[in-house]
């Protein structure tokens, strides 16, 4: 536990407050973008006192006060997953209106692929969902060319050689195959424990199988069939507890939980869809 009179890590702080996930608050400050006290502090580790430093982002004070919020989002083809994009593309944030939380994308799925995504606040919940020591599970399911055999889909279970490194072992299944429009295709699931960089379409081609399409179906505990595309909704509070298990986390963050007993649809706000970009399963 960190000792009040030294501070607490300002990429901690920053999490916490919903402003970013400790690795963006990280890339926020060597970019010269977090003061404490009028003094840029760009040293990831560095530590400040919530109750006595004004601490600010991009000149806006950091307040650790506020309701968390817990959103299941289901997003599609098309979509980046960040708070904003420099080639103005259409995010993530823009399928949240009405959200008046700063809330931010816990993981990340690529431009190509779909499926489902959370976004909270509540940054001690993101650090653990995202560790990888605690082998969150998340399920995707995947149409890839040609119809996998028997011993393609014991190499993906095994894990494979992906930047030197192998892959933890995963559970693999063939849901149903068939013929395409530019020939045999198959639909195969997956579930993982890992988060790298577009990991799963880079172990489909690892067996020769490269990926049509992606979706993510489950996170954890949580999955919901009926979301359409560019919906979303809160979590339930059965939800959250089940998340907070999965992770081993049952501590309280220093923010306000909102009451929320059924899930809420939204309609997504329309805006351009720009080219693709890359990153994540």
Do not use: C, W
């Not at 890339?27 to 006595?52: K, Q």
């Not at 399409?213 to 919901?224: A, F, N, S, Y």
Request: aromatic share 2%.
């Amino acid at each position: 536990m960190e000792s009040e009179l030294e501070g607490v890590r300002l990429q901690k702080l920053i999490a916490t407050a919903g402003v970013a996930s400790r690795r963006a608050a990280e890339t926020l400050m060597r970019e010269g973008r977090v003061t404490v006290n009028g003094t840029v502090v760009a040293t990831p580790g560095s530590r400040a006192n919530p109750e006595t430093d004004d601490i600010r982002v991009d000149g806006r004070r950091v307040s650790l006060g506020g309701t968390r919020r817990y959103l299941l989002l289901n997003k599609p083809r098309g979509v980046v997953t960040t708070r904003d994009d420099p080639q103005r593309r259409r995010t993530v944030m823009d399928l949240l209106p009405g959200v008046r939380e700063s809330v931010y994308p816990v993981g990340r799925l690529d431009y190509d692929s779909e499926g489902l995504l959370l976004l909270t606040n509540d940054g001690d919940l993101a650090a653990r969902l995202t560790h990888p020591r605690h082998g969150l599970e998340r399920v995707y399911e995947a149409r890839v060319r040609g119809v996998p055999d028997a011993t393609a889909l014991k190499r993906l279970a095994r894990g494979v050689m992906l930047d030197g490194r192998r892959t933890a072992p995963a559970i693999v299944s063939l849901v149903r195959a068939g013929r395409g429009v530019h020939g045999n295709q198959a639909v195969v699931r997956i579930i993982i424990t890992e988060g790298r960089k577009r990991q799963v379409r880079h172990m489909y081609e690892a067996i020769g199988h490269p990926v049509i399409r992606l979706r993510r179906v489950r996170i954890g505990p949580i999955q919901d069939k009926a979301l359409r595309p560019g919906r979303f909704r809160d979590l339930t509070p059965g939800e959250v507890t089940a998340l907070r298990r999965a992770v081993g986390g049952q501590r309280e963050s220093t923010m306000q939980p909102e009451a929320r007993s059924a899930p809420t649809a939204q309609s997504p706000k329309p805006t351009a869809v720009a080219r693709r970009r890359r990153g994540g399963p």
